[in-house]
């Protein structure tokens, strides 16, 4: 079970959309909405994902553009309601795009907005940082009907494992990040999304 409200891509008709997600606040500071969207450290962060996905979709399409940049959605929890910023880019496929999906999809991965950019340095540092393999932990998941594909970044789910259910969880920090901030985005993040 996935409780990340972030789709990675989406496949209809021939176009594949990302809408990358970076930048979470409680909803009920006082300002959430300005303190969020005028945040450094989060609009360096989202610039960051945001070219990187675009930089992803470039290499099995033309025309890469943002339609949409850094809007904001409400996320109800059980415990809150947080905002979230996303972006939306969208690209039209080559005509051939059903016999290269696997290539298409292997290609974005592991998701940007799990990995940071760039990409192939970040995935180094981080398995020297971390000293011992991660396992099954996050990534994406999708199902694909025959025609359309749609897929979901896993960073906060429940996998069954030798018996006991494990809610796995996690987040990203960069220089710029407040380790509080952080911690609390993690526990705030971490949810049933039913009562």
Sequence with gaps: MVFSPETFVRINRGKICS???KGTIDADLPGARDLLLNDEKEMAEHVTIVDLIRNDLSIHAHHVRVEKFRYIDTLVTNRKKLLQVSSVI???LPDNYRSK???IIFSMLPAGSVSGAPKEETLRIIRASEGSPRGYYTDIMGYFDGQDFDSAVMIRFIEQ???????RSGGGITFMSDPAKEYQELI????VPFA
């Design 161 to 167: 494992q030798d018996g006991r259910m494990i809610y």
């Design 188 to 191: 705030d993040k971490v949810y």
């Design 101 to 103: 999906l696997g290539e």
């Design 19 to 21: 809408f990358p997600m």
């Design 90 to 92: 969208p690209v039209q």
